[in-house]
Structure formats: C-alpha cells, structure tokens
C-alpha cells in the first residue's frame, strides 16, 4: 500500500545511528492513560495487536523523525510513538546529563 511504500522511502533516506539515539519517558497519564500502544508506521494512530505495550514510566530509545503536529519518534524496536495526544506531550526527553 502507498503509506508502507512512502514510510520504506522515508527510513531509507534517514540514517538511523545509534549516536543520534534519544532516550525518552512515557507518561499519558494527562490523558488519563496507562500507557500507549505501539503504532506500526508512520501514518497510524492506532495501536497496533502487540501485548507489550509501554506503560507510564517506561524508557524508551528512538530518534525523533517529525515535529510538526503531534509529532514522532521512530523507536528502536521498530515501531512509532507520537510524542503528544490530544495536545498533551507523552514522550518526554531524557536528559541524563542534567545537574
């Protein structure tokens, strides 16, 4: 289908390094939420089947690909995350090196 053609398209252009690797901390509780599903590609916003799904307090790894409108982030495992829902960020960055 044209989303999975356009989002091969589109990982091939970006390169995936492990030094641009962000660590981010999930928390949609403001939505009143216990976590989030993971999203297949780019253009769902609905979770996928996987039982796995992050809970709140979770760390997750992965490189931010979109800014604009809820924004994304393409995990290390192979799947998406929205960075906000319903104007609320879930995706919070992890800075370590904070004092």
């Not at 091939?12 to 939420?33: H, I, P, Q, T, V």
């Not at 982030?73 to 370590?96: A, S």
Request: glycine share 10%; aromatic share 10%; proline share 1%.
């Amino acid at each position: 289908n044209f989303s999975k053609q356009w989002q091969q398209k589109q990982t091939k252009k970006k390169e995936f390094k492990d030094a641009d690797k962000k660590k981010y901390k999930l928390d949609a509780s403001a939505n009143g939420c216990t976590g989030m599903f993971w999203r297949n590609d780019k253009g769902t916003t609905a979770g996928c089947d996987q039982k796995d799904w992050p809970k709140n307090g979770a760390i997750l790894y992965g490189w931010k690909i979109k800014d604009d409108g809820d924004g994304l982030v393409k995990l290390d495992n192979g799947h998406y995350m929205q960075i906000k829902q319903h104007g609320n960020v879930i995706l919070h960055e992890v800075n370590d090196n904070k004092k």
